[in-house]
Structure formats: C-alpha cells, structure tokens
C-alpha cells in the first residue's frame, strides 16, 4: 500500500511539472471572429457597442479590452481597441490610461506612454493603483532614458488631451440636454409635427 501511494505521488509530482512546462509554452490565441449566418442575426457584442456608444465607460473599457485580444467574437482589430480606450478615459475610467500607456510601450512611443500614465497619476486620487501607476512612469523614464526635452513634450500632450476631452464632455452635455429638450416637447405635443418636416412640407 505505501508502495502504491509512494507511486501515485511521483505520477502526480511528474504531471504536474509536465502540465507547469506546457502551461509556460502555452500561446495565446484570439477567438473566431462572429459571423452572421442571416443579415437579422443579432452580433454577441451589439448590446455591450451600444452601451459604449451611449458613453458607458466601463462598456467602451470592455470593447478595447476586447478589440485588443480578439475576444468576444470581434476580430483584433488596434485602432479600435485604442479608440474605445481612449473613449473610456474621456468618460472617467481610470484604468483605461494604463492601457493606452501599455498600447504606446508596445508601439515603441514612450513618450505617449509617459503621457498616459501621468494622466492615469492625475485621475487617480491614490491608493495603490496610483502608486503603480507612478512606479510604471519613473520606470519608464529610466529604462526609455527619457530627456527632459521628450518629458515637456509629453507634458504639452497632456495639457492638449485634456481641453480635447472637456470640450468632447460639453459638446455631449450640450447634446443631452437638446435631446431632454426635445423629448419633452414631443411628449407635451405629441400631434405636432418637429419644425423641420412643417418647413419641408411648406417647401413642397
């Protein structure tokens, strides 16, 4: 009996270095990318797209996530992956500006880079992800040997993103509100016509 535990021990010892060695080799590959087989066929994803599309931070954090590894049934596709990260930034999600600067590492531009993190630094109130975050910033500025010309650029970068973004943010607000506005006069009269048909029925 103690034989065949003393045997059974080693066979599990074996394979669970075997199964540590294929885990260390184990590549990571995207997910087929969805397919409609009827053009009324509903995407996985359309509700989680509308949601960002609707300013859903934590929804435009998942599509770049997504976009990013090929998951979910959308294909891998960057462009988008940054752009729905850096929408989820605009909309307040913190966590969003470690990724871009992850995305800037990667394309070799640690200047962008730089101006992600502070950015993430700046949204952060604290606790430990800021100080991550700012760990990551002087790491990079020691292994990227940034100057001080490069950091008063990325500096100029930040200042820029940011009027971007609070002009992105009234530009939406504004929106809103003429959107609340004319909902409430439809509901207020729901048999009258909106201004523009009335002006171009006259013109017919």
């Given at each position: 009996m103690t034989r065949y535990l003393y045997a059974l021990l080693m066979c599990l010892a074996m394979a669970a270095g075997t199964a540590t060695a294929a885990q260390a080799e184990l590549k990571y590959y995207p997910d087929p990318a969805y397919h409609k087989l009827n053009s009324d066929d509903p995407h996985p994803m359309d509700e989680m797209i509308d949601l960002a599309k609707q300013g859903d931070a934590r929804a435009q954090f998942i599509l770049g996530d997504m976009y990013e590894k090929g998951k979910g049934g959308l294909e891998k596709d960057m462009k988008e992956s940054r752009h729905w990260f850096e929408e989820s930034a605009v909309h307040g999600y913190s966590h969003s500006f470690i990724r871009l600067a992850a995305l800037a590492k990667h394309e070799d531009n640690p200047v962008e880079?730089?101006?992600?993190?502070?950015?993430?630094?700046?949204?952060?109130?604290?606790g430990d992800a800021q100080q991550f975050v700012i760990k990551a910033r002087h790491d990079l500025v020691e292994t990227a040997e940034l100057s001080r010309d490069d950091i008063w650029e990325a500096r100029k970068?930040?200042?820029?993103?940011?009027?971007?973004?609070?002009?992105?943010l009234r530009m939406e607000k504004e929106q809103q509100e003429k959107d609340a506005e004319a909902k409430l006069a439809a509901s207020e009269h729901p048999d009258k016509k909106p201004a523009q048909q009335e002006k171009e029925n006259e013109q017919n």
């Open positions: 880079a730089w101006q992600w993190y502070t950015l993430a630094i700046n949204s952060f109130d604290s970068a930040v200042d820029a993103w940011e009027d971007s973004r609070d002009k992105q």
